[in-house]
């Protein structure tokens, strides 16, 4: 929305909403001078190119901002440049798929991934996914080189492996029809201390009667061949040499196998290296000892079939190794006794598309190891992809059998894949920042060990496509000293301000800052600006949602009354520190509401009618009422009670106001009813409705409903009362004199049981004192006889 203030001799722009700074904040802070730089600095920004956007006040970066709050910002759609990046299938040929009418095919003919050529137009922060497809072809051909150790301790081994040419070939049938095999050996290079050189020993290097051959560092023994008769032939005639040390030199010679392609007669097909040894292995730096600094140059150096420069170059790095690996898509096997198991383990881990196997004393397990090592590479793919250029990233993700999903670096592959098994990529490619180059980048990308690449050409964009239509020395441009370019001027070098009208020589001034110094004042832009070319150019502040503008950035949108911690209460826009208030609000910081219904009481009146409403809030001019309505009244009696006296002598001729009933009671319409039932319901009314009950002098209940309709006071009442019954006399003396027997005849029992209770207790002590009592018949104490004896003192007895 865009406002115009009287004092600041212009139009300024505002935001009601917290977008501009949520999403925008880093297309307004990048302080892009032209459409170009806008669109590099993030994927939602867009550039005006309406030559009337700005406003007074505001920098040539202003145009720049994401594309929503642009149209916000009433930029016509037309106007905004926000060019989106595409994606262009070049090559698609479709993966091959065999049934029984496909009769044998060539390499060339076989497709297994797809597509093959894509072009990416990107933006930056933009990123553009394409789905590549894989398909594990049926009977791809296969080219296996077999490179073996023939150092003295490899001599049982040599003897299984000179019938391994047929015996291979013939277990490979179940795979593929079209195989070829291949055959080198390797020692160590030829100088001290890895061999020794004296001449008896460089004729013969071992010791005893044992009849080895000179030792070599590498020997092409034979090219790729579909003969399996011809590689036994050759390889008996194979001898056994020797060295000093016990790791050999086997990265020379596989260096020399990945990169002599016509030599060793590499096909575009399954490639597969076994590396055969019983020992370790050096690599570089370990040249040294044999007085070799010149690092290995990763180059063909085989004349007549053997390494000649193996005195001269270094032993390759294991890094080395890898990338010509995979420049040369070589998938290695390596077969080792079980006792360097753990080293090559660990060179495994570092050479992608690679496995180990172990392998027997004497190599007897060679074809089985051949083939389950094979099954498993060729069971996963492994995706990789060229060099990015600067600012360019990608990611995977995969879609693997069975619907299983990986990202990450599990993104880049899929594993148990089977024969005629399709599997899927989705390849995300994003870019930073535009190249320092106008031409297109290409990467490609590949399955490791596959010759099938997509080649991948990225396209950039890096300007509008208004730059296009750019007017050179455009006289909007002070004097043509710039190109009118989407919108805006892009000044000539040397030139400087919104239509180039400084010379960077003019800059600063005394004559140009007067210029922007309001009212002959001190403040230059009133400290709010910079002053460029006699202009000003206001600061941006942290949150881009609030603007300085103006003509002398006197104005802002943010320092406006508040009101509820809100800016201009929110119901309203800050324009040059004054609120400009919405519909139906006023006041200085917007917080007066002009809307009168949310001071509506329930019968339809402002405030009740007993207040005014200010501000959307009554104020209640009778000091009794409260509430936000005007409807509560503590002290006051109830609709009912207030209008009971006049109900009761309209409708019944009695109560306290029936001699001044015309009077006092004339105020509301009365309408009799026959009962209860026929009284107004609430749920019936579309006015506040209240239900009365009263009762009056002589104990007699009344009902009626009070309501105000349209202004009118209307009374429904039932015209007869509910007066209570007198009392029956007879059943009251009945009731009572049968209560009186009934209670004498409970106190009676009472006392009988009671009575019981007592002589049960008292007869049962009695009989347990019975029980308890002791009697003694052998003498009372209290027994005197009833003869009494007297004996005479002077009887003698005679």
């Known amino acids: 929305m865009t406002q115009c203030s009287e004092q600041g001799g212009g139009c300024i722009f505002f935001l009601q909403q917290k977008s501009w700074f949520e999403l925008g904040s880093i297309c307004i802070k990048a302080n892009a001078q032209s459409c170009g730089e806008c669109i590099q600095v993030s994927e939602t920004c867009g550039w005006c190119s309406d030559e009337k956007f700005l406003t ?9 901002d994401d594309v929503e709050s642009l149209r916000k910002r009433k930029c016509d759609e037309k106007n905004i440049e926000n060019p989106r990046g595409n994606i262009d299938i070049n090559t698609n040929k479709p993966v091959t798929i065999r049934n029984s009418n496909t009769g044998k095919l060539k390499p060339e003919q076989i497709t297994q991934i797809q597509p093959q050529k894509v072009t990416l137009t990107l933006r930056s922060g933009e990123a553009q996914t394409f789905d590549l497809k894989f ?42 029809s079209d195989f070829r095999i291949g055959f080198g050996s390797f020692v160590e290079k030829t100088v001290m201390p890895y061999i020794s050189t004296t001449p008896a020993r460089l004729i013969n290097p071992c010791t005893g009667n044992q009849n080895c051959t000179s030792p070599f560092s590498y020997k092409n023994v034979l090219k790729l061949t579909n003969k399996g008769d011809e590689f036994n032939r050759l390889v008996s005639q194979q001898q056994i040499s020797g060295n000093l040390d016990s790791p050999e030199g086997g990265f020379d010679a596989i260096m020399q196998v990945a990169v002599c392609e016509e030599q060793i ?64 898509n070589i998938q290695t096997i390596f077969a080792v006794t079980e006792e360097f198991q753990p080293v090559y383990k660990e060179l495994k881990n570092l050479i992608p598309k690679s496995a180990v196997g172990t392998l027997s004393s004497n190599s007897s397990n060679v074809i089985k190891l ?74 490609t990308i590949k399955p490791l060990g596959f010759t099938e690449e997509v080649e991948v050409v990225l396209k950039f964009i890096c300007d509008c496509e208004c730059a296009a239509f750019g007017e050179k020395n455009s006289k909007d441009c002070t004097n043509g000293h710039g190109t009118l370019e989407c919108g805006a001027c892009k000044c000539n070098e040397g030139r400087i301000g919104g239509q180039c009208e400084c010379s960077k020589d003019e800059v600063r001034t005394e004559d140009l800052d007067a210029n922007c110094r309001k009212d002959n004042g001190t403040d230059i832009c009133s400290n709010n600006g910079d002053c460029v070319c006699g202009t000003c150019e206001c600061k941006k502040r942290e949150n881009p949602a609030e603007v300085y503008s103006g003509q002398y950035c006197e104005c802002d949108n943010f320092n406006c009354d508040r009101s509820n911690n809100k800016l201009c209460g929110g119901h309203g826009q800050c324009v040059c520190r004054k609120c400009v208030c919405d519909a139906n609000y006023t006041g200085s910081a917007c917080d007066c ?34 509430g936000p309505t005007c409807e509560i009244c503590p002290t006051c009696p109830g609709v009912c009670t207030e209008h009971k006296d006049c109900v009761q002598c309209r409708a019944f001729k009695e109560g306290e106001k029936k001699d001044t009933c015309e009077q006092d009671c004339s105020y509301f319409d009365l309408i009799k009813v026959n009962d209860r039932d026929k009284l107004p319901q609430p749920t019936d009314q579309s006015f ?71 002589d049960r207790r008292e007869f049962a002590k009695f009989e347990k004192e019975k029980m308890n009592a002791k009697w003694d018949a052998s003498e009372n104490p209290i027994y005197k006889s009833a003869v009494t004896t007297v004996i005479n003192p002077k009887y003698e007895g005679k």
């Not at 073996?148 to 040419?165: A, I, Q």
Request: net charge negative.
């Open 56 to 64: 007074v006040g505001q920098p040539k970066s202003a145009r720049c």
């Open 135 to 176: 398909r594990r072809a049926e009977d791809y051909p296969i080219d296996l080189y077999y490179l073996m150790d023939l150092s003295f301790s490899m001599k049982d081994d040599l003897e299984n492996v000179k019938n391994l040419g047929t015996d291979l070939m013939r277990e490979m049938q179940a795979i593929t």
């Open 265 to 328: 007669g590499w096909r575009n097909v399954t490639r597969l290296l076994v590396f055969s040894t019983d020992a370790g292995f050096h690599f570089a730096g370990d040249g040294k000892l044999g007085g070799i600094v010149l690092p290995n140059d990763g180059k063909c150096h085989l004349e007549n079939n053997m390494y000649t420069m193996s005195h001269y170059y270094d032993y390759p790095s294991i890094a080395h190794l890898v990338q010509k690996l995979s420049d040369h």
């Open 370 to 443: 051949i083939i389950d090592a094979y099954n498993s590479l060729s069971s996963e793919v492994i995706l990789e992809n060229g060099r990015l250029p600067e600012g360019v990233s990608i990611t995977y993700k995969s879609i693997c059998k069975n619907g299983v999903e990986g990202t990450g670096e599990n993104g880049r592959k899929c594993s148990n894949i089977s024969l005629g098994d399709e599997v899927t990529f989705k390849i995300s490619v994003e870019a930073q920042k535009c190249p320092s180059h106008d031409k297109p980048e290409v990467i």
């Open 593 to 626: 509401s002009m809307d009168s219904s949310t001071c509506l009481a329930k019968n339809g009146q402002i405030c009740n009618g007993r207040g005014i409403c200010d501000c959307g809030i009554c104020k209640c001019t009778n000091p009794k009422f409260q």
């Open 688 to 758: 506040p409705l209240t239900h009365c009950k009263e009762r009056d002098a002589n104990d007699c209940w009344f009902y009626y409903t009070y309501a105000i309709r349209n202004g009118t006071k209307e009374v429904y009442v039932v015209e007869s009362l509910e007066c209570p019954a007198g009392p029956d006399i007879i059943p009251i003396v009945a009731g009572v004199v049968a209560g009186i027997v009934l209670i004498g005849l409970a106190l009676l029992l009472i006392w009988k049981l009671l009575m019981i209770i007592h």
